[in-house]
């Protein structure tokens, strides 16, 4: 398939992706000059050292092609934009103790829209999971997490042992688990 060929930007770089994950230098080339200035800017925002921000975006890609195979990307902006938060992170612990006040206070100002979009679809997908829960760990889910009850007042509700009221929440944590951890990475 010719990537001209393809109707949107999305399906283009799904397919630049798709070649990467099949060892391609062209597509990984393509990927870094469509991407390389938003990961600069990113760790640059938060290093406020070109030399870094720019050790950092190499970095970053690097990793990108070192782990090409691995679990197939599904959103490869929010993929870069949350691998870079944690690489700059990372480094700013490893080499620069002062500066993590700094990048404290540049992570609680950002508002960019990026993370605006990524938290509302983070939070439209989250409640897609919630919604799409067996009714008895939907129950339980809501009345742990959003009315604060403990296990044994939901047993008592539901008419249920207190241990299957934990393994419905187990499971309906487990089924949502991947979306909290990109909540968490996001906000962390």
């Given at each position: ?91 700013i612990v490893k080499n620069k103790p002062t500066l993590i006040t700094d990048y404290e206070e540049s992570i609680s100002n950002d ?78």
């Amino acid at each position: 398939m010719n990537p001209n060929q393809l109707n949107s930007s999305d399906e283009a770089e799904q397919y630049l992706l798709d070649q990467l994950v099949l060892g391609s230098h062209d597509a990984f080339e393509k990927l870094y000059r469509l991407h390389w200035v938003f990961v600069y800017n990113q760790a640059y925002k938060r290093l406020r050292d070109q030399d870094d921000a720019e050790n950092i975006t190499q970095d970053i890609f690097t990793t990108v092609w070192e782990n090409r195979t691995k679990a197939p990307i599904q959103n490869f902006r929010a993929y870069l934009f949350v691998l870079t938060k944690n690489k700059t992170l990372n480094f700013i612990v490893k080499n620069k103790p002062t500066l993590i006040t700094d990048y404290e206070e540049s992570i609680s100002n950002d508002s960019s829209p990026l993370k605006e979009l990524l938290t509302k679809e983070a939070y439209h997908n989250l409640n897609e999971k919630i919604l799409s829960l067996p009714p008895q760990q939907r129950t339980a889910f809501a009345m742990r997490y959003e009315e604060n009850r403990s296990t044994d007042e939901i047993a008592t509700i539901m008419g249920l042992s207190v241990k299957t009221v934990r393994n419905h929440l187990g499971k309906a944590i487990s089924t949502i688990r991947s979306i909290l951890k990109f909540l968490i990475l996001l906000f962390f």
